[in-house]
């Protein structure tokens, strides 16, 4: 059963719709005191109300104020014609409802038997009111276990698309945190590589300084000393990214491989172009790394997931960015863009740069993937 339902039958007050329920009955009840004529006492009109008030904690107690409205109808309305009656089919549904496993089977026979008791006992029985008077009362019952069911059905649907959601959030939050450190590995080998050419560079200036220049060759020292130190806890940093080791302080790829790139996945079976547009300049190394590197995972899944026979690459270089864009005629993205490790990894690096991406359809079929980074020129 829904947490709803366990909920509502746990609660200590009923709601207010149970209890405009309950008022209703017991309105119907003191109408049919005055304006119908039978043969009852006043205390029965009485505790008919009262019974018939407690339908108000029907969901909270169903089973309870089932026994206490079919002993109030035995009592109160022998013929079976008023109220309590009609307050015993809402009862009847509310077991069904609300309980389960033996209780509800309990809370059934403790309306069914009586009622159908009752009405066998009559001087104006007949077998077929046997029948209506167990629908009477079953059929209501059966729509309760019913409704019961597709409430337990609807809880755990809705309990299993929370979790794929939260599923997929963790997911994407994993590929978020393991593109940003692959991103922040690549960044620490082009700072890595650049302090040793920087130690490599103070170091030849100062050998080259003479007597004259002791000053000069002091303060070089110091700086060298400075840039080593840095190198080593970039080293250790790197330890801790990559877990444990130094790892390789050769310097990453850039734009200038990326006509070796193409060249290299340039086959008979799929068609790699590249057209470059404008005046290409120096730009940082890590802007220069995380262009080649969307360029670079562009390709890969045009030819490795939409299959693609066709790919063009277009790079284009102005005084103010850096666009890119690939074309292929695949079969598009496969799956949720969302979940995909490459896509994340574009994603992270344009926004690393203050760039901006678009991924979407092409002309008839395939992706077209556009990044645009504003160009920081390096002298």
């Known amino acids: 059963m829904s947490t709803l339902v366990r909920g509502r039958r746990w609660a200590s007050r009923p709601s207010t719709l149970d209890i405009a329920i309950a008022g209703l009955f017991v309105a119907l009840t003191a109408a049919e005191t005055f304006t119908v004529h039978d043969d009852r006492e006043p205390w029965q009109h009485a505790v008919a109300m009262l019974a018939l008030a407690g339908l108000a904690w029907r969901r909270i107690a169903p089973v309870t104020t089932a026994f206490v409205l079919v002993v109030a109808d035995q009592v109160t309305n022998p013929a079976g014609r008023f109220s309590t009656v009609l307050a015993l089919v809402l009862v009847s549904y509310t077991v069904g409802f609300e309980t389960k496993g033996l209780r509800r089977y309990l809370g059934l026979a403790l309306v069914l038997v009586p009622f159908v008791g009752a009405s066998a006992l009559r001087p104006s029985f007949e077998v077929s009111d046997l029948a209506a008077a167990t629908a009477f009362i079953g059929g209501p019952w059966l729509v309760g276990v019913a409704t019961a069911a597709r409430a337990e059905s609807s809880a ?28 922040a590995r690549e960044l620490h080998d082009v700072v890595a590589h650049s302090l040793t050419v920087v130690t490599i560079q103070l170091q030849a200036v100062r050998r080259r300084l003479g007597e004259d220049h002791a000053d000069e060759a002091r303060d070089l020292a110091a700086a060298e000393t400075v840039t080593r130190e840095a190198m080593g806890e970039m080293r250790r940093l790197l330890g801790v990214l990559r877990g444990g080791g130094e790892g390789d302080l050769a310097p990453q790829p850039g734009l200038s491989e990326l006509p070796t790139l193409v060249e290299r996945l340039d086959t008979p079976r799929t068609r790699v172009r590249l057209a470059v547009e404008g005046d290409p300049g120096l730009l940082s190394p890590g802007m220069d790394l995380a262009v080649f590197r969307v360029a670079q ?12 026979s066709a790919i063009d690459v277009r790079l284009g270089w102005s005084p103010s960015a850096v666009e890119l864009e690939v074309c292929d005629d695949g079969v598009g993205i496969v799956g949720d863009p969302a979940s995909g490790h490459g896509l994340v990894g574009m994603r992270e690096r344009v926004a690393l740069y203050g760039g901006e991406l678009a991924i979407g359809p092409g002309e008839g079929t395939g992706l077209v993937v556009r990044a645009r980074f504003p160009r920081e020129v390096t002298r």
């Open 156 to 183: 755990r649907a809705i309990a299993r698309a929370e979790r794929a959601e939260r599923e997929q959030g963790r997911l994407a939050a994993e590929a978020v945190a393991d593109e940003r450190a692959r991103i």
């Open 297 to 308: 995972e562009a390709i890969t899944n045009a030819t490795r997931h939409a299959h693609a």
